[in-house]
């Protein structure tokens, strides 16, 4: 028997409630809500733009070329960006003891924004630029944007910033976190996360794997709804968030 919209949230409440280590994975659809397009589907930002300036290879020759794209694709963008509801309230239920970590696909920052304190940045972070000659990082501040390519203020080599480009793999010590999230949680709770990025679509599918209840949170249905979601939230995270936020202090 199909449950209604209030005893799905109920039913998630419940689990996220009654879980002993329920763990948040987020996705690019929790950060629409504040304003930054997604990169992947139909209006996904590479359905209009070709994602070639991001791979490392690329970068390393062509630093000159691709920082004037990452400005415009990635830091004119963030820098309107403010945290959501629903970020908002994944804080308050890490608060609370609910949830005991977030990892997150995005490098926009507004879960440590939101006050989120045990954030696993799995594709790293643009709040941070790190020098390619001296490893250096520095803040992503305008003023160290100011000239591109920036130049490390230590050793004058260029700047990049601290997220994954294509072609490289993910940075420790955030993909063991990740992982070790997928071995010890009792709830995986997915927001806003379509399931299509490999490496990081393989971890709800272990959690999974390892005993884990996953309970989902999207607009539409993904490629774990029918596979490995045991409860799915339909709708905006903003909205369905702050209501099993305030379920499970009921």
Same mark, same amino acid.
């Given at each position: 028997? /199909?449950?209604?919209p209030d005893?799905v949230l109920?039913?998630?409440a419940?689990?996220?409630? #009654?879980?002993? =280590?329920?763990?948040? +994975?987020t996705?690019?659809g929790?950060s629409?809500e504040s304003?930054i397009?997604?990169?992947r589907g139909?209006?996904?930002?590479w359905?209009?733009?070709?994602p070639g300036?991001l791979?490392?290879s690329?970068f390393?020759e =062509?630093?000159?070329?691709?920082?004037p794209l990452?400005?415009e $694709?990635f830091y004119?963008v963030?820098?309107?960006a403010e945290p959501?509801?629903?970020?908002?309230?994944?804080a308050?239920?890490?608060a609370r003891?609910?949830v005991?970590a977030?990892?997150?696909?995005?490098?926009?920052?507004l879960?440590?924004?939101?006050?989120?304190q045990?954030?696993?940045? +799995?594709? #790293?972070s643009?709040?941070r630029?790190?020098?390619t000659?001296?490893g250096a990082t520095?803040?992503?501040? /305008?003023?160290?944007l100011?000239?591109?390519?920036?130049l490390?203020?230590?050793c004058?080599?260029v700047?990049?910033?601290? +997220?994954v480009?294509f072609?490289e793999?993910?940075?420790?010590?955030?993909s $063991?976190m990740?992982f070790?999230e997928a071995?010890v949680?009792?709830v995986?709770?997915l927001?806003?996360t379509?399931g299509?990025?490999?490496p990081?679509?393989?971890?709800?599918?272990l959690a999974k794997?390892?005993?884990?209840v996953i309970?989902?949170?999207?607009t539409?249905a $993904?490629?774990?709804?029918?596979?490995?979601?045991?409860?799915?939230?339909p709708g905006?995270?903003?909205r369905?968030?702050?209501?099993?936020? /305030?379920? $499970?202090?009921?």
């Amino acid at each position: 028997m /199909d449950l209604g919209p209030d005893e799905v949230l109920e039913r998630a409440a419940e689990l996220i409630g #009654g879980s002993t =280590h329920a763990t948040a +994975f987020t996705g690019a659809g929790i950060s629409v809500e504040s304003g930054i397009p997604p990169f992947r589907g139909e209006d996904g930002v590479w359905s209009r733009l070709d994602p070639g300036f991001l791979d490392i290879s690329f970068f390393r020759e =062509h630093p000159e070329r691709s920082w004037p794209l990452i400005v415009e $694709t990635f830091y004119d963008v963030f820098r309107g960006a403010e945290p959501n509801a629903a970020h908002r309230s994944l804080a308050a239920m890490e608060a609370r003891g609910l949830v005991e970590a977030v990892v997150t696909q995005n490098i926009d920052g507004l879960h440590r924004r939101a006050g989120s304190q045990r954030v696993i940045e +799995f594709h #790293g972070s643009s709040d941070r630029l790190v020098c390619t000659e001296c490893g250096a990082t520095v803040p992503a501040s /305008d003023d160290a944007l100011s000239k591109l390519p920036p130049l490390c203020p230590g050793c004058s080599g260029v700047l990049r910033p601290d +997220f994954v480009f294509f072609g490289e793999p993910i940075p420790e010590p955030a993909s $063991t976190m990740a992982f070790a999230e997928a071995e010890v949680a009792d709830v995986f709770l997915l927001v806003g996360t379509t399931g299509m990025v490999q490496p990081a679509s393989s971890i709800p599918v272990l959690a999974k794997a390892n005993g884990a209840v996953i309970v989902e949170v999207n607009t539409e249905a $993904t490629a774990y709804t029918g596979t490995i979601t045991d409860v799915f939230v339909p709708g905006p995270a903003s909205r369905t968030l702050p209501r099993l936020e /305030d379920l $499970t202090s009921g």
